[in-house]
Nanobody, 125 residues
């Protein structure tokens, strides 16, 4: 089992920056990649960014490319999401997720094995 705990959410203004953290514990050696998803009210949970644990390869949704950066600290078993130039459309609950298998489409939330409880990000205009 892998436990994921997100932190760093809050209320910010449009144009501000925010950094989310996701600390993993438990059987972290089994993790192949970690990702951030988000879910806005009335919408489906959508992919934001992913990073492979060993190689650090990164993947981004088009809507956040150039503004958000995903990174990881292997020693701390922590993944970060640096969010720059946020706008009201970024308002959502942000979830951290982990996948233990390689070769699966990282943008598909159905492929993830473990999820955190989420952290709220609200961007005011």
């Amino acid at each position: 089992q892998v436990q994921l705990v997100e932190s760093g959410g809050g209320l910010v203004q449009a144009g501000d920056s925010l950094r989310l953290s996701c600390a993993a514990s438990g059987r972290t050696v089994s993790v192949y990649a970690m990702a951030w998803f988000r879910q806005a009210p009335g919408k489906e949970r959508e992919f934001v960014a992913a990073i492979t644990w060993s190689t650090g390869n990164t993947y981004y949704a088009e809507s956040v490319k150039g503004r958000f950066t995903i990174s990881r600290d292997n020693a701390k078993n922590t993944v970060y999401l640096q969010m720059n130039r946020v706008n009201p459309e970024d308002t959502a609950i942000y979830y951290c997720a982990a996948i233990t298998r390689s070769g699966w489409w990282l943008e598909n939330r159905a492929n993830y094995d473990y999820w955190g409880q989420g952290t709220q990000v609200t961007v005011s205009s």
